[in-house]
């Protein structure tokens, strides 16, 4: 796998931290600021995921289980 190399800027507080951190967990940096980024990533989405149902839930005056079941028929 290519890889690039992405200079980043931090307060020292946390580049301490995040240097204890990969100590404690046997891991380097920049694995722990990848799979950071990586929950990021994920949360992001299901933001946007549950802004859309909940988008979808007012449209349709969804409010509990029986709603849905109610639409679904």
Known sequence: ???SIINISVPQ??????????????????ELLREAFRKYEFDRDWFKIRAWG???AKKFNIKTDEDVERILG
């Open 1 to 3: 796998m290519q890889r």
């Open 13 to 30: 507080a946390m580049a301490k931290r995040i240097k204890k951190v990969a100590k404690e967990e046997n891991r380097t940096q920049s």
């Open 54 to 56: 909940a988008e979808i």
